[in-house]
């Protein structure tokens, strides 16, 4: 499995199926069963959506690399226990 953990500054801009575009922050990208999955954490989250992140999965599609919903409950868990551990572990406890 390789992860990839990203500075606060890497911001993508995805757009929904209605055309309405969202910046989100890279947190990371992790490999998971031969998929990448990303954990972004939207620049500007909505009111009471301030501690979560999102997981979409990376598909290709005619060449360009598509993010997509994880609708599978058991896959999303599983991806979701990975980042947790992967982001936890990055975590500096020492650090003041």
């Known amino acids: ?3 990839e953990l990203f500075d606060e500054d890497e911001i993508i801009t995805l757009t929904d199926e ?3 575009e969202e910046k989100f922050i ?3 990208v ?3 069963n031969g998929s990448q999955y990303y954990a ?4 500007k989250p909505e009111k009471g959506e ?3 992140y999102v997981i979409l999965r990376a598909e290709e599609e005619e060449g360009e690399t598509m993010l997509v919903t994880v609708d599978d409950d058991e ?9 947790d551990e992967y982001l936890n572990s990055e975590i500096d406890y020492d650090e003041e």
């Open 75 to 83: 896959e999303f868990d599983a991806v979701a226990d990975e980042i």
């Open 26 to 28: 890279i947190l990371c």
């Open 50 to 52: 301030e501690d979560g």
């Open 1 to 3: 499995m390789s992860e």
């Open 18 to 20: 209605d055309g309405k």
């Open 40 to 43: 972004l954490l939207p620049e």
């Open 30 to 32: 992790i490999e998971y």
